[in-house]
């Protein structure tokens, strides 16, 4: 089998899983699926910019919440879910330029401060501007969309509605990364420098990668309101930016599927360490630290390393790297 | 051979694990990590110590609890996909969740599915909302201060109050109830001092309350917080007599704030210091069993518990639908139900009422200065 | 004006707090390019080191907390070396990042499950004197807070700049491959920086959880203003770190007092945004410094 027939028949195959996974499961499955789909898009998002342009994101929780209290607050006003989810991602697209601009003329890591009060301050808003946001309490009682006459107010059509959006942001990203643009992140990914001698303007390349990154982040948020039908600032703090940035760089930042298998891994691994009680979340912290020392690329890192030891061919081993970074 | 071997087998699982051969479901969702772990931890053995009791006494109709415990990480949306797991793994009634952010969003999820559920929250909101299967197993904030206003103003004569309050779900619906109180009864707010969750640092809290001209405080955080603010306010000389609820006078903020809680007094609905010896039996017995002393939160799981018991009694089955009927309106005395503790009713939204405490902090301890009647 | 004097005082005496944190963190930057998540969380620490010597195994105060030091030193500075950043040095700065964020999840998670999930009172090196000035209320802890860490601080300065270890250590922070033709046994030297920052952690530890209280969740607040202070006051400049500390300490109480409590942690999050913007080498650090 060739790699390129891989690079088809694996998606393809992966996606009618997800179309079978959740048939006949209880609710509390299928919740948890929507919820890793939506969390795999956000997470996509910050791919873009750290894993493609290199840059550290510490506020993609809050373009969450930003895109949330959007939709929720234009869908309770009685507009269709489409009109914030649009919305949602055209507002974060503009402020991720906007904090992005003067945060990349600077310096490199700089973005990362930035973004880290930034979160913070989102946090305050949400929680302080009660008459808009509805403070502590937050906003409760989202509808589920319906289109044309089809409604997602059952979990299992939220499921299918959330995997549509989650199957084109999938494939928005992955024409991103392979259009000129995103060959334009590789070069700069892999050799700043010589990128720019090259031609390709930098800090415009990187601060578009910030703001679209920034503006998945909205469409999760979207989802999110008539997903959980209660939003409050607290689902949106700084621990919850670290917890996308962990789905980020445990499953493999810069690589395609990364983020899908490290929000998989931050939202089940907990179900699937939760014999052991109390000790969950000090295990799961302990093999996130050891992931890194072993492999920091990640867990397709990990993979791929492990696959080289099994069949150390030099063919394999090129072909295998090459399918993992698409 | 065979069946020897089997007999012996099921006579060996049954001697060790008693709890995998019951039949009757209780699912525990509380925060047993995050910010909220604190309560969430103290809850959940309150509800497994009652668990224990009742399965060494016989169980509930003569099946044993098979408890369940989900951490909803003191995140809401946490907690209400814990909930659907619980209901999706047989639940047949749902304890917790002790903060009121979580237990907002997850009792939809019960009503959804027409689960009962017993929360340790006190936020009011709760059971504004018409909700037929949440049930408190403490009084919610907006009947607690009430009796607190009207001691501030009529028993000490203050006018002029000034409030501190954490700025989380938990501050905020204590908060907007003791105003609503307060403008009622025509007391003047001087100072409104929102703090925030973790804080550290309260001088300039201190010197706010200090510079407003108030004639009392009313103190309305968590634990850690409570102690940090009674510490710094006894350093700045701040004379005026401080106020709260039940965390303001625990024993927790005494141990935590030492000399500087004396003086300080709250209303308290549940307390293990409270004068009522079966209260007093159940936390030595909590002690023991855990090591550390029980507080309000153990002893409202411990008692959701065994409502769960009374009420399935009462009814004869387990069933979920006849358990949210019979709740309603529902009295148990505690000289019938000892497991109540004390005697308690609920009305048509699940709110309860319960004898309740003056309580002042003397010399490091709680005194009951005023037993308040049930409402 | 005895408002102020008292807002001014406190806020010192916490700023220099933030500040024992910031310059350990402003240091482990320097030397091996560890931004560390964890940093909140090596201060929670120490305490507990002091409570389990006491309360579990009957220690006087005296002899547990030196012993908490030292013990801070080998685990947060030695082992955490050893074992986590030392094998990441290579995979730069990300991995290592979201290491120490795990790292912080792993210590707060321990403390609450195998000491207890409850804030607990912590004993007092000082009598808690209360001195007055003017209206102000001054206790003896604030003052001695003060004192011991800025003398901790300026030693540590004097240290660096002073004796020809120090000045090794400086050299590797500046420029390691320099450094090392010139002699320097830079591996040595990063450990240092290492077991230094676990000292200066477990000082501060000391100092503020009597006021504080020790509880599992204390670090998350801290580690993000040390983060802040080490940004605002320079990322190359111990003294910067300094600066930006008790200015945050200032800074947070001025601004609960007389901005508006419900924003006061806004406050730091835009001068840190400012700083970036304006001046991004921090107040006192220098745009020569290596770039962070």
Redesign the interface.
Known sequence: MTTKMVRILFPLAALALLVLIPLGQ????I??MT?WLMFSIAAMGLNLT?GYAGQ?SLAQASFMGIGAYITALLTLAGYHWVVGWVAAMGACFGIGLLLGY??LR?????LA??T???N??VF?VL??EEWLTG????L?GMPRPSFFGISTGKNLEFYYFVLILFVISAAVFYWIVNSPWGRAFKALRENPVRAESLGVDTRRITLLAFAIGSAFGGGAGAIMSPL???I?P??FA?VHS?KI??MV??GG?GLFYGPMLGAAVVILL?EFL?FT???Y??I???L??VL??YS?TGLIGLGTKLWQQIRPQSEVRKDMSKGAQL | MIRRLAATTLTCMALTAPAAMADVVLADVAELSGAGAAAGAVWHDGVKMAVEEINASGGILGEMIDLKEYDSQTDPQNSRAMVQKAIDEGAYVLLGTVYSSSTVVNMLVAQQNGVPQLTGSESPTITAKGNPYIFRTAFGAQKGLPKLVSYLKDGLGAEKIAVVWANTEFGKGGYDAFMSIADEQGLEIVADVSTEQGQVDFAADVTKVKGSGADAVFVYLTEEESARFLIEAEKQGLELPLGGDTVLVSQKVIDLAGGAADGAFGHVGLSAEAPVPAIQEMAARFQEIYGYSADHNAIKGYIGVYVVKYVTEQIGEFDREKFAETLHGLCLSAADYPGVLMDVCWDETGEMSRESFLVEVVDGSQEITESLPAN | MSEFIQLIVSGLSTGSIYALAAVGFTLLWQASQTINFAQGEFVMVPAFFVLVLTVKMGLPVWLAMPLAVILAVLILGALFKRLIVEPMFRHGTIPLVIATIALGILLKEMVKEFYSPLGQPFPSLFPQTVLKIGNASISVPDIANLIIAMGTIFALQLFLSGTRTGRSMQATAQNPDVAQILGVDIKRMVLYTFLINGALAAIASILITPIYLAKFSNGETLGLVAFIAAIVGGFNQIRGALVGGLLLGVIDNLSAAYFSSEYRQALPMLLLIVIILVRPQGLLGTAEGRTV
């Not at chain 1, 209880?26 to 499955?29: L, P, R, S, T, W």
């Not at chain 1, 403070?135 to 937050?138: A, E, F, Q, S, V």
């Open positions: 209880g609710n509390y499955i919740y948890v919820s750290l550290i003067p945060a600077v310096q490199h890591h700089f401060f930035v880290l009060a930034f913070t301050l305050l929680r302080n403070g502590n309490h937050g409760v959980v039908q209660f409050e607290g689902s700084l670290l940035l962990l760089v445990v930042a907990p939760r009680e109390g000790y979340l000090m799961y912290a302990a996130v630290i890194m020392v920091p």
